[in-house]
């Protein structure tokens, strides 16, 4: 007897710790994006992305304008300036293919660079909420979807927003 009642004990242990523990969920991309960091950066990168469109507008409309000088000209020509303006509109197509490229790299890396504090800042102020709130588990909804929600995890999403100041 005395077995069995140690027994229902040790099994009904981690019922009550279950019990007792809480989850909670938010979702980050309600947070970042009134982030006025997040508004900032967004800003900075339109701007340089504008510039690198701009500059990729302005060599792709030289190569067309020398393109077409050259199929206007290209009967015309001797063989030696043909085959030197051929291999000169083929310098600029690569260099602007490179040029794209390197854009390209450098518009994620800005990306990264400026969105790593404010991915900080929110995880620095999700973990302060986690331990005000007593929670084991916060589930980000926009990483991580959740077939289920019951009604005993705890939606932290406002508290994130005022930890960090917003409204």
């Not at 510039?51 to 067309?64: A, G, I, L, S």
Request: charged share 25%; proline share 3%; hydrophobic share 40%.
């Amino acid at each position: 007897m005395l077995k069995k009642l140690l027994l229902a004990a040790i099994l009904a242990l981690p019922l009550g710790v279950m019990a007792q523990t809480k989850f909670g969920h938010m979702n980050s991309q309600d947070i970042i994006t009134v982030m006025p960091e997040f508004t900032k950066a967004q800003a900075d990168l339109d701007a340089m992305a504008k510039q690198y469109q701009e500059e990729m507008q302005r060599t792709q409309d030289e190569f067309t304008k020398k393109y077409q000088e050259y199929l206007a000209q290209a009967d015309s020509l001797p063989k030696n300036i043909a085959e030197r303006r051929q291999k000169e509109l083929q310098d600029m197509d690569q260099r602007q293919q490179q040029f794209q490229q390197e854009a390209y790299q450098a518009m994620q890396k800005a990306q990264q660079d400026a969105l790593a504090p404010i991915y900080q800042k929110l995880e620095t102020a999700v973990q302060a909420v986690g331990k005000a709130e007593g929670v084991i588990y916060i589930f980000d909804l926009s990483r991580t979807p959740l077939a289920y929600i019951g009604s005993e995890s705890i939606d932290l999403t406002a508290k994130v927003k005022a930890q960090l100041g917003i409204k």
